[in-house]
């Protein structure tokens, strides 16, 4: 498993070698400014975990939207909106969102974060958490299913109880919530669906439909 470390186009990269000298004044300090073409703008240097994933570079760094990236075209991905979804735009901390059901109380929306977004582990008990539901041990969030997402397997969770999301101002009961957490060093990508137990439900092949549809642009 390797890291990748990518660098733009064009950008001077400073090289500082050390090496081993007979005399007495010690280490002496090399330094090697160079530009950087092509083939050398992705640099293979440590094992890591984010290889594990093989997460598009421009997937796993975002940071979320702040408003700005609402035309499909500004987004680094493609995605096929299922029928019945009608997206939002405008909302931070999130790169994608659509609202579903009679008086849109469905929600379903894509995020992503920069390094480890917090960890697998403590994202899925965040998310059980808001459904009233008890934490899980690194053992049990280790053994939950997967789902695909951009082609790869991420994390699933599926979770029914009275929802009370972050700001929330009063506790909805009889909810359920549906997730996909893909994480590495490189980032974390989150696809979350909450709304009434019947409504997400009758949802349920639209998620899968959604989250198979994400891919990468080239």
Not at 84 to 105: A, C, I, K, V
Request: hydrophobic residues 35%; contains cysteine; negative net charge.
């Amino acid at each position: 498993m390797k890291t990748h470390l990518r660098f733009l186009p064009g950008l001077a990269v400073m090289a500082v070698l050390m090496s081993s000298c007979s005399d007495s004044s010690g280490p002496r300090e090399i330094t090697e400014v160079r530009e950087l073409s092509g083939g050398d703008q992705e640099i293979r240097i440590v094992d890591s975990p984010a290889e594990r994933f093989r997460m598009p570079s421009q997937m796993a760094n975002g940071g979320g939207n702040t408003g700005k990236a609402d035309s499909a075209d500004e987004l680094p991905f493609t995605w096929n909106t299922p029928e019945g979804w009608s997206r939002q735009t405008g909302l931070p901390m999130r790169d994608l969102s659509f609202s579903f059901g009679e008086n849109g109380e469905g929600e379903c929306y894509l995020s992503r974060l920069p390094g480890a977004g917090g960890g697998l582990v403590a994202n899925v008990n965040r998310w059980r958490g808001q459904m009233g539901q008890e934490p899980l041990s690194e053992e049990e969030v280790a053994a939950l299913p997967s789902k695909s997402l951009f082609g790869l397997e991420g994390t699933f969770i599926d979770v029914t109880g009275d929802f009370s999301g972050m700001g929330a101002a009063e506790t909805k009961k009889d909810y359920r919530l549906l997730g996909v957490i893909l994480t590495s060093e490189a980032g974390a990508v989150f696809v979350k669906m909450t709304g009434p137990a019947d409504l997400v439900a009758a949802n349920e092949a639209n998620f899968d439909q959604f989250c198979a549809s994400l891919q990468p642009k080239t």
